[in-house]
C-alpha cells in the first residue's frame, strides 16, 4: 500500500502535521465549504472533457482504493501492450508514493504525460504536483517524451460544439520537473518519516495555516485559541501577529499594552474584547451619498462564470448574467427577480432590463467584492460612467471605513456582515445560491430566487442601518 499520493505530498509541503492528521486522523478535517466541492467537481468535469484531445484511451481510474494495487498492475500490462496507445488516470507506484496520471499518450518508443488544469493560469502546486508525477514516472522506469500542463485557453471563443484542441493549451514543464527531482526526492523521504512518527508531529499554528491553502485541520489546530484572540485580527499581517505572538504576546491585554491606543490592530483587539464590531464612522460618513437621493434601489447581481463555455460567443470563466434581483418602494411587490435559471441562453436580455430599470433611480446600491460599476460597464449595462445614477458598494465603503469583525479574517460576506451588525442566524451562503442556481433542479431555482431576494434584503437593511 503507498504511504503518499499526490495530495497528501503537496498537504506535506505546506504542513507536516496536516499530512500527519490527514493519514492518521482524518475524521478530524474540517467540512468542505460549498465553494471547495465545486473546485473539485469542475476539475473533474474539465478532466473527463481533457480526454478528447486524446481521444479513444483506456480508463484506468480505480473504483476504490482497495484496487489501486490491480490497476498499477494493470497500467503495466497497458505500457507494454502495442494496442495500447492512451491511458486515462494511470497509476503508478515508487518509493510508497502513488500517483494517478491524467493522460499517458504513446509517442514513438516513449510517452508523453500530460496533467489537465481546469484554470487558465498555472501555479506553483501545480508545477510541484508535476515534479512529483515526473519522480514517481521516472522511478518506475517510464520513459517520456515530454511532460505537459494542460490549461483552459483564455482566448478561446465557443462556436457551435466545444472543439477542445482549441479549448485547451499546453506548456512542457519537462525542464522544470527534472530540474526538481532531487527536491522532491529529498521531500518524500521527509514526509514519508513523518507518517510514520508515532505520534502527531509538533508543529504550532502559524502563517503556515492558510498558506498557500486554508489548511482543513483548522478546528482541531486552532481549538485551544480563544475565539476573541488578537490572532483573528487582519490590520497587521499573519507574519507579523505571529511574530509578536511567538515572542511572548499570547493575549489581548499584552497586545494592547503595546499598541497606540488609537491605531487600527488596537481598534480590531478592542472589538473583539467587548464582541462587538469596529467601523471608523468618520471615514464611512465622508462616503456617504451626497446630496442625499431621493430615490434608491439595491441590486443583487447573481455572476456565473463557467470553466468551459456552454453559450456560442463566450470564453472559458467568462461572466454571464445569471440573476437579479431590483428592491425598492417603486418596484411592484417591492422586488423586481429576473433569472434565466432554464435557459442561460436568454442571459443577456438582462442587459436590457438593467439598462431600462435602473435609469429610474438615482442611487443603486449593492455588495459585492467585485467594482460594480466595472461589471456594469463590461456588459454595456452602462455606456460610460455619465449615467444619471450612481452605484455605491457598501463592499468597498465599508473596507475603505475599516469595518472589522473576527468573522472577517477569512473575507468579508455578506452572510458575516449580517451577523456582525445585527447577530441575526445566517440564512444563506451566496456560493449556495449560485449552486441551487445551476442544480438543474426547479426546487432549487426558487431556492436560488427566495435567497436571493433575501440577500437583497440585507443590502438594504444594511444600508439604511448605516445611512439614515
Ligand atoms: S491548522 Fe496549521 S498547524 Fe494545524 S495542521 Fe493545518 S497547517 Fe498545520
Known amino acids: 500500500m503507498h504511504i503518499l499520493s499526490k495530495s497528501t505530498y503537496i498537504k506535506g509541503l505546506q504542513c507536516e502535521k496536516a499530512l500527519y492528521m490527514q493519514k492518521k486522523h482524518p475524521y478530524l478535517r474540517d467540512k468542505l465549504s460549498i465553494e471547495q466541492r465545486a473546485k473539485f467537481q469542475r476539475g473533474t468535469d474539465v478532466g473527463v472533457l481533457a480526454h478528447e484531445v486524446f481521444p479513444g484511451g483506456i480508463d484506468m481510474s480505480p473504483n476504490s482504493p482497495s484496487q489501486f494495487p490491480k490497476k498499477a498492475a494493470e497500467t503495466w500490462q497497458n505500457l507494454n501492450s502495442p494496442e495500447v496507445n492512451v491511458m486515462y488516470e494511470a497509476v503508478f507506484q515508487y518509493n510508497d508514493t502513488l500517483i494517478m496520471l491524467d493522460m499517458l499518450v504513446r509517442d514513438g518508443d516513449q510517452w508523453l504525460a500530460v496533467e489537465v488544469k481546469s484554470s487558465m493560469r498555472l501555479s506553483d502546486t501545480y508545477y510541484n504536483d508535476a515534479a512529483l508525477q515526473y519522480y514517481v514516472l521516472h522511478g518506475c522506469g517510464v520513459s517520456l517524451s515530454d511532460f505537459r500542463l494542460m490549461y483552459l485557453n483564455p482566448d478561446y471563443v465557443?462556436?457551435?460544439?466545444?472543439?477542445?484542441?482549441?479549448?485547451?493549451?499546453?506548456?512542457?514543464?519537462?525542464?522544470?520537473?527534472?530540474e526538481r527531482e532531487a527536491f522532491v526526492s529529498e521531500n518524500v523521504e521527509r514526509l514519508k518519516k513523518v507518517v510514520a512518527l508515532p505520534h502527531s508531529p509538533l508543529v504550532n499554528i502559524g502563517t503556515q495555516c492558510n498558506d498557500p491553502y486554508p489548511c482543513d485541520f483548522q478546528g482541531h489546530c486552532w481549538k485551544l485559541i480563544p475565539k476573541n484572540s488578537f490572532l483573528f485580527t487582519t490590520a497587521m499581517d499573519d507574519d507579523e501577529l505571529f511574530n509578536l505572538y511567538f515572542n511572548g504576546v499570547n493575549s489581548n491585554a499584552k497586545m494592547l499594552s503595546r499598541l497606540d491606543s488609537d491605531s487600527l490592530e488596537a481598534h480590531q483587539v478592542?472589538?473583539?474584547?467587548?464582541?462587538?464590531?469596529?467601523?471608523?464612522?468618520?471615514?464611512?460618513?465622508?462616503?456617504?451619498?451626497?446630496?442625499?437621493?431621493?430615490?434608491?434601489?439595491?441590486?443583487?447581481?447573481?455572476?456565473?462564470?463557467?470553466?468551459?463555455?456552454?453559450?456560442?460567443?463566450?470564453?472559458?470563466?467568462?461572466?454571464?448574467?445569471?440573476?437579479?434581483?431590483?428592491?425598492?418602494?417603486?418596484?411592484?411587490e417591492g422586488?423586481?427577480?429576473?433569472?434565466?435559471?432554464?435557459?442561460?441562453?436568454?442571459?443577456?436580455?438582462?442587459?436590457?432590463?438593467?439598462?431600462?430599470?435602473?435609469?429610474h433611480y438615482e442611487l443603486i446600491v449593492?455588495?459585492?467584492?467585485?467594482?460594480?460599476?466595472?461589471?456594469?460597464?463590461?456588459?454595456?449595462?452602462?455606456?460610460?460612467?455619465?449615467?444619471?445614477?450612481?452605484?455605491f458598494n457598501l463592499f468597498d465603503v465599508l473596507q475603505q471605513a475599516h469595518f472589522y469583525h473576527p468573522a472577517i479574517k477569512r473575507g468579508l460576506t455578506l452572510q458575516r456582515l449580517e451577523t456582525a451588525l445585527f447577530s441575526e442566524p445566517k440564512l444563506f451562503e451566496h456560493s449556495r445560491i449560485l449552486l441551487e442556481a445551476t442544480s438543474n433542479d426547479l426546487i432549487g431555482y426558487q431556492q436560488a430566487r427566495e435567497d436571493l431576494v433575501a440577500e437583497n434584503e440585507i443590502v438594504a437593511k444594511t444600508y439604511q442601518h448605516l445611512f439614515k
Open 366 to 391: 449593492c455588495f459585492t467584492p467585485q467594482n460594480l460599476t466595472t461589471t456594469l460597464l463590461r456588459h454595456e449595462i452602462i455606456q460610460n460612467k455619465e449615467v444619471g445614477y450612481k452605484v
Open 270 to 332: 478592542e472589538a473583539l474584547e467587548t464582541n462587538s464590531y469596529y467601523i471608523d464612522y468618520k471615514t464611512l460618513y465622508t462616503l456617504a451619498p451626497q446630496p442625499k437621493p431621493k430615490s434608491i434601489a439595491y441590486l443583487n447581481l447573481l455572476l456565473h462564470r463557467l470553466a468551459v463555455p456552454e453559450i456560442d460567443g463566450t470564453k472559458p470563466y467568462e461572466e454571464l448574467i445569471l440573476a437579479f434581483a431590483l428592491q425598492s418602494e417603486h418596484e411592484p
Open 158 to 178: 465557443k462556436n457551435g460544439s466545444i472543439d477542445v484542441k482549441q479549448l485547451f493549451k499546453m506548456e512542457s514543464v519537462m525542464d522544470y520537473v527534472i
Open 335 to 359: 422586488c423586481f427577480v429576473w433569472d434565466c435559471f432554464e435557459n442561460h441562453g436568454l442571459w443577456k436580455k438582462a442587459v436590457d432590463i438593467l439598462i431600462e430599470k435602473l435609469s
